[in-house]
Nanobody
Framework: VQLQASGGGLVQAGGSLRLSCAAS????????MGWFRQAPGKEREFVAA??????ATAYADAVKGRFSISGDKNTATLQMNSLKPEDTAVYYC????????????????WGQGTLVTVSS
C-alpha cells in the first residue's frame, strides 16, 4: 500500500488548511486511515482517524472541534480550521487493517509527510 499526502503549507493563526491522503496498491486489506503529526523535538502523535465507511471517527483532544476527518474508498481528508501555532508539525497519513486506533503502532502503512506551518 502506498500513501500520498498533500495539502500542507503556511497559514496564519486562525486560518484553515485541508490535507488529503490517497492510497494505492493493495488496499483491499486496509479499513482505516489516520493522521499523525510530529513537531520538532517531539514524538509523533495521533491527530484523527476514520474508517473507510466514514461512519466511525476518532480525534485527539487537542484538535476536537477544530479538525474534521472524512474518508471514502482509498482517500481521506483532514479539514483543519482555527489553526494555532502549536499545530505546526509534519503531518503523516497512515493506514491499517486492524480497526480504528489512536496507537501509531497499529498502523502498517505510512505516507511521506506534509509540513504544516502556522504563524502567529
Amino acid at each position: 500500500v502506498q500513501l500520498q499526502a498533500s495539502g500542507g503549507g503556511l497559514v496564519q493563526a486562525g486560518g484553515s488548511l485541508r490535507l488529503s491522503c490517497a492510497a494505492s496498491g493493495r488496499t483491499f486489506g486496509t479499513s482505516v486511515m489516520g493522521w499523525f503529526r510530529q513537531a520538532p523535538g517531539k514524538e509523533r502523535e495521533f491527530v484523527a482517524a476514520v474508517n473507510w465507511s466514514g461512519r466511525a471517527t476518532a480525534y485527539a483532544d487537542a484538535v476536537k472541534g477544530r479538525f474534521s476527518i472524512s474518508g471514502d474508498k482509498n482517500t481521506a481528508t483532514l479539514q483543519m480550521n482555527s489553526l494555532k501555532p502549536e499545530d505546526t508539525a509534519v503531518y503523516y497519513c497512515a493506514a491499517t487493517s486492524r480497526g480504528l486506533s489512536v496507537d501509531r503502532g497499529m498502523y502498517d502503512y505510512w505516507g511521506q509527510g506534509t509540513l504544516v506551518t502556522v504563524s502567529s
